[in-house]
C-alpha cells in the first residue's frame, strides 16, 4: 500500500540547535515534494518544493534534501530558535501533472526550547 | 495573498443535520480542495475542482458532496451530518510558483462539532 510517513509526531530541541524532520514514503513516485509549516488553529503555509531531479534546497535557515533512492526526504532548521516552533508537514505531488491533489505527511510537531 | 475566506470559521450542529461549508477565493484560480484535518491521520483530501462544475473525489469523500457553480465558491456540504465528521476542514488553492510547480494555500479552516 501507498504510505508517507513523518519519522515522529513530536520532535525537542533546543535553541540555536539544528532541528531535522524526516519524511519516508512508499509505493509512491512524486515528481516533487513539499513542505509545510502549520501553527496552531491555522492552515498550512508553503515553505519548500524540491524536484525529484534536485538533491538539494534551501532558502534562509532552511535545507530540504530528497533522495529518490531512499524514498526519503530531510527538512533541516538550523540555528532554530523558538519561533520555529510549529508542525511540520510533508507532502508528494505524485504525477508531472502540476495540479495533481498533493498527499500530505501527519506532520511532526517541533518545539524548540529556549 | 490568495484571498481565501472560510465560512463559518465554527459550528455546532447535530447528528442527521445538513451543513455546508463555504470556500471563496478571491483571485480567479481553477484549482480548489477540501481537505479534513484530525489528529492521527493528518490532512486528508476529500474532494477538490478544477473548473466550474468540474470536481473530482478524494480519498475520503464518502458522505460529502461539493459544487462549483462559480470559480470564486466552492462549497462543501454533508447531507447527515455523523459524529465522524467532527473535524477541521480546510479549503485551498493551486498556486504556480517560479519553478513552475504548483503550491497550495490555505484558508484558516472550518471548526465542525457534531454531537
Known amino acids: 500500500s501507498q504510505k508517507i510517513e513523518q519519522n515522529s509526531e513530536a520532535l525537542n530541541i533546543q535553541e540555536g540547535k539544528t532541528a531535522t524532520l524526516t519524511c519516508n514514503y512508499t509505493?509512491?513516485?512524486?515528481?516533487?515534494l513539499q513542505w509545510y509549516r502549520q501553527d496552531p488553529g491555522r492552515g498550512p503555509v508553503f515553505l519548500l518544493l524540491i524536484r525529484e531531479n534536485e538533491k538539494e534546497k534551501r532558502k534562509e535557515r532552511l535545507k530540504v534534501t530528497f533522495d529518490t533512492t531512499l524514498k526519503q526526504s530531510l527538512f533541516h532548521i538550523t540555528a532554530s530558535q523558538p519561533a520555529d516552533s510549529a508542525t511540520y508537514l510533508c507532502a508528494l505531488s505524485l504525477r508531472n501533472s502540476g495540479n495533481t491533489p498533493l498527499v500530505f505527511g501527519k506532520g511532526t510537531r517541533l518545539s524548540v526550547i529556549a | 495573498d490568495a484571498g481565501i475566506t472560510q465560512s463559518p470559521r465554527h459550528k455546532v450542529t447535530e447528528t442527521g443535520t445538513p451543513v455546508t461549508l463555504r470556500c471563496h477565493q478571491t483571485e480567479n484560480h481553477r484549482y480548489m480542495y477540501w481537505y479534513r484535518q484530525d489528529p492521527g491521520h493528518g490532512l486528508r483530501l476529500i474532494h477538490y475542482s478544477y473548473g466550474v462544475k468540474d470536481t473530482d473525489k478524494g480519498e475520503v469523500s464518502d458522505g460529502y458532496s461539493v459544487s462549483r457553480s462559480k470559480t470564486e465558491d466552492f462549497l462543501l456540504t454533508l447531507e447527515s451530518a455523523t459524529s465522524s465528521q467532527t473535524s477541521v476542514y480546510f479549503c485551498?488553492?493551486?498556486?504556480?510558483?517560479?519553478?513552475?510547480?504548483?503550491?497550495?494555500?490555505f484558508g484558516a479552516g472550518s471548526r465542525l462539532t457534531v454531537l
Open positions: 509505493n509512491y513516485s512524486p515528481a516533487y
Open positions: 485551498a488553492i493551486s498556486e504556480r510558483i517560479g519553478s513552475g510547480a504548483n503550491v497550495l494555500t
